[in-house]
């Protein structure tokens, strides 16, 4: 069977020039389509939550010319991203050094250095992007539990992804308003059980929620992800969100069935962002 296929489907997209391979401890792992991502074996790995807030994010602003990340990671999200619109120029921002030098790696492996820049930088700092223009779409998948309340990782890498050691989800929301273009939007994933504390984010960063989609990990189970969408409240005619009865929210993705296998609902999701469907 040929790379390009598997278990009957076809992988789509652009294939990437590659050249680059594994050093000792990483992992060079699919992402969207011909994609690929450099990790650490035992650090942080990328999740579904990113490549739902990525297909979520560039569902609801389809056709951005700017792109940004906050706290990016590995450069999963950004990457997912840009391999969606491969028109847009991707811009992130992360703490990690590590992870810095992983997401260059991935992105010289997929071709991507022309539009795709990786800034190290804390994302709270009120000058990022300063004199640049501003985004059509701003990612952020943040770290969903305050530090002291879950056991942290053993690789330093990855306590940051899960705890928040560099701010939280009020400091995302507050940075994308700060980046937004006129009428852009800010796409974020978090838990469901902490709903109340995303969308309090949102509303005091002066951003209104246009659509949520939650999506529960397995049928019959209520915990899971919620994703959001939304752009500054100052862009919108007042009284819009009570007229067009905001948020949005049609019924739950739901991502495996009881015995495991790949719910239907989720099938196109994967094959939109370039995974086999699974079922």
């Known amino acids: 069977m040929s790379e390009a296929a598997f278990k009957g489907w076809t992988r789509p997209g652009r294939v990437p020039p590659g050249g680059l391979e594994p050093e000792s401890g990483e992992t060079l792992d699919h992402l969207c389509g011909h994609f690929r991502i450099f990790q650490y074996a035992k650090g942080h790995r990328f999740s579904g939550d990113d490549i739902l807030v990525a297909w979520f994010g560039t569902t609801r602003c389809p056709q951005p010319r700017r792109i940004a990340d906050l706290g990016s990671g590995i450069g999963s999200v950004g990457m997912a991203a840009a391999w969606r619109c491969s028109g847009a120029e991707v811009h992130t921002v992360e703490a990690q050094a590590i992870s810095v030098r992983l ?127 939304g752009s500054r409240k100052t862009d919108l005619p007042e009284g819009f969100a009570e007229a067009a009865e905001l948020p949005a929210q049609g019924p739950a993705i739901t991502i495996r069935r009881r015995d495991g296998r790949v719910h239907p609902s989720i099938a196109l999701v994967r094959l939109v962002m370039g995974f086999p469907p699974g079922l």
Do not use: M
């Open 103 to 229: 997401a260059r790696k991935s992105a010289a492996y997929n071709g991507l250095l022309d539009r795709y820049h990786i800034r190290e930088g804390d994302l709270r700092d009120p000058q990022l992007f300063a004199g640049e223009p501003p985004f059509d779409l701003v990612f952020a998948s943040p770290p969903y539990w305050p530090l002291g309340t879950r056991v942290e990782a053993s690789h330093p890498q990855a306590v940051p992804a899960r705890l928040e050691v560099r701010g939280h989800v009020g400091d995302y929301a507050l940075a994308a308003a700060r980046l937004l273009a006129p009428g852009g939007v800010f796409a974020c994933v978090f838990p469901l059980d902490q709903s109340e504390r995303a969308e309090r984010a949102y509303r005091e960063a002066g951003l209104l929620i246009l659509q949520r989609q939650d999506v529960l990990f397995k049928e019959d189970e209520p915990y899971g992800l919620a994703l959001y969408a």
